[in-house]
């Protein structure tokens, strides 16, 4: 694919509207029906969309599914994971189907650790997939106690980064466009959106930029352009719009 876009909730969402009409694909995240209404309906008509839900997310309304073509909804879980979950009725009453976890994203993400363990690890290593073969050798009994607690065999440091992930594996695209993905500053992870802004510390925030220049280095072949200033990376496949 020519090109794609990845719409999260932040600021930087608004720039989207000077964009929209390079784009025939975007993935959406989260409730993200008031951003849909704000920006205009106009620039999501003529689209396939993919909403990407986390297991607290709930569908859009105003009728947007009916309104706009939503190709998928898919999340970062298996079956067995949303078992006992409220979001699979959720989008039932909306005659929605959600798609899991594909075959293409196993093998993704990281694995299952304290987060804490993730973060201090990544220090040590400048390419994610050693560091989830460290972590999957070195934590199996931790690893394995958080994937039957969280119901979660897979783990992302936000819905933002699992959506940025599949879309590259899905399109392999000459160039993807990232809006709304604000949430990086130096010791804060800071949540943005058309009506509010919260800022609460967290070990997120480094495994966030981290899984950001991650995808940057491994899909080297694609061109970045992010809406973002705060997120700022050296490579000659990265650029600010």
Request: aromatic share 14%; charged share 25%; net charge positive.
């Amino acid at each position: 694919m020519e090109r794609v876009a990845v719409l999260g909730r932040g600021v930087s969402l608004k720039k989207y509207a000077k964009f929209s009409h390079l784009f025939k694909k975007i993935y959406i995240v989260g409730n993200f029906w008031k951003e849909i209404v704000k920006l205009k309906i106009k620039h999501f008509k003529n689209k396939d969309i993919v909403h990407i839900i986390s297991r607290t997310d709930s569908p859009l309304r105003n009728g947007l599914y009916k309104k706009l073509n939503f190709t998928k909804i898919t999340t970062p879980y298996y079956v067995e994971e949303l078992v006992n979950s409220k979001i699979v009725n959720k989008f039932k009453k909306v005659n929605r189907k959600i798609e899991t976890l594909p075959k293409c994203m196993i093998g993704r993400g990281y694995p299952s650790a304290p987060r804490e363990l993730i973060v201090k690890y990544s220090r040590k290593y400048n390419n994610y997939k050693e560091l989830c073969k460290f972590l999957r050798e070195k934590f199996p009994e931790e690893i394995k106690e958080i994937t039957v607690q969280a119901k979660r065999s897979h783990y992302w440091p936000t819905t933002g980064m699992y959506a940025l992930d599949i879309c590259l594996v899905e399109n392999n695209p000459k160039e993807i466009y990232i809006f709304g993905i604000d949430c990086l500053q130096t010791l804060n992870y800071v949540i943005y959106n058309f009506d509010f802004k919260t800022t609460r510390n967290t070990d997120a925030t480094r495994l966030m930029f981290y899984h950001t220049e991650e995808m940057v280095k491994e899909f080297s072949s694609t061109m970045f352009y992010s809406a973002s200033s705060v997120i700022k990376l050296n490579y000659p496949n990265w650029q600010l719009v």
